[in-house]
């Protein structure tokens, strides 16, 4: 883990180098809150006294941790993660409500190319939710892998696009993910000159050193992004926690977490169907979610010997949708074969 002596040095380095080319620079406090909003309710926009908003787009390339990111700032895993790419198919809003401040993150799908999407047989939403949610935001976060020593020196080609196409009133962040992946912190600092110079982004407004996998940053990121907020009205009710419904939230970790735990192109080929949802009157939730796969043999790679692996799915999804939505969950997952 990068210690905080070496982080404040880093990003104090930083600073002076901004300052000498004309950059401004900033930072601030936090808490987090509940619900899910119902994919019917108006929220066009919610009146408060002395209240502040800001809407954050995050972007960056398949798997640089933008769910994991956000699930941290909000205090809740609403974004759908695994190890794999591609786990975020579309856009959604994560909300995070804190005394007379809400911060609403867009996350989206991994920016690829089109010839990257043809490729996957990806939905078209890959291409147009990244440039959708950055024209709707009052700020734009790059998530930037920082890990791999093949791509941290250089920007997405496809988000320098995306940048480019910004209103010039937008700031940017550059967001520099799993620092604790990288040995000789030294590095950093050369990374974030490359990074913030004419060749890929000289527009961004601040740098933030982060882990999002152990949460080393992020508070002040989330501080930074409160201070940042604006007089406005809400866009949501306080007790929201995200535009998605619940039968989204549950089919997407099901999904998320088959994507862990199983072979490649598995969750890749499934179908997720919602069979049975049920809410009691304690809050708890009871839920039946189909798999259905293309073939026997995928189905019993799925559900393992003595159902081992489809048991242990269950598990992990109760788990992760309990921290998700503050209620305890009961779900049972069926695998059944289209032949």
């Not at 990074?195 to 002040?220: E, Q, Y």
Request: proline letters at 3%; glycine letters at 2%.
């Amino acid at each position: 883990m990068l210690c905080t002596i070496q982080k404040r040095i880093i990003q104090k380095s930083y600073c002076l180098t901004r300052q000498f080319t004309s950059k401004i620079i900033c930072c601030q406090l936090n808490q987090p809150e509940e619900n899910i909003l119902q994919s019917d309710t108006n929220f066009t926009s919610i009146r408060r006294e002395d209240s502040t908003f800001l809407k954050i787009a995050i972007i960056g390339s398949p798997n640089a941790g933008k769910s994991t990111l956000i699930n941290n700032l909000v205090n809740r895993t609403i974004c759908p993660t695994s190890s794999k790419v591609h786990t975020t198919q579309v856009k959604c809003d994560a909300v995070y409500s804190s005394e007379n401040t809400q911060l609403v993150f867009v996350d989206t799908p991994g920016i690829i190319s089109r010839m990257e999407q043809n490729k996957y047989k990806l939905s078209s939403s890959f291409e147009k939710d990244p440039k959708i949610s950055t024209q709707i935001v009052d700020i734009v976060g790059v998530v930037h892998d920082v890990s791999n020593r093949y791509t941290r020196n250089k920007l997405n080609a496809n988000i320098l696009d995306l940048l480019k196409a910004l209103k010039s009133d937008i700031p940017t962040l550059l967001i520099m993910n799993k620092i604790d992946q990288v040995k000789h912190k030294d590095k950093l600092l050369e990374i974030i000159k490359i990074l913030t110079s004419k060749t890929n982004w000289p527009h961004f407004s601040d740098v933030f050193l982060i882990s999002a996998l152990t949460s080393d940053g992020v508070d002040s990121l989330r501080d930074y992004l409160i201070s940042s907020a604006k007089p406005k009205d809400w866009q949501y009710n306080e007790d929201a926690y995200t535009d998605q419904s619940l039968e989204t939230i549950i089919q997407q970790t099901v999904r998320a977490k088959l994507m862990d735990f199983l072979p490649q192109e598995i969750p890749y080929v499934a179908r997720f169907i919602l069979e049975y949802l049920e809410t009691y009157l304690d809050g708890g939730i009871n839920a039946s979610i189909i798999v259905e796969l293309p073939n026997n043999k995928k189905c019993s790679i799925v559900i393992g010997k003595n159902a081992k692996h489809i048991k242990f799915i269950v598990q992990e999804c109760e788990k992760e949708l309990q921290h998700a939505l503050r209620k305890s969950v009961q779900l049972r997952i069926s695998v059944k074969s289209k032949k």
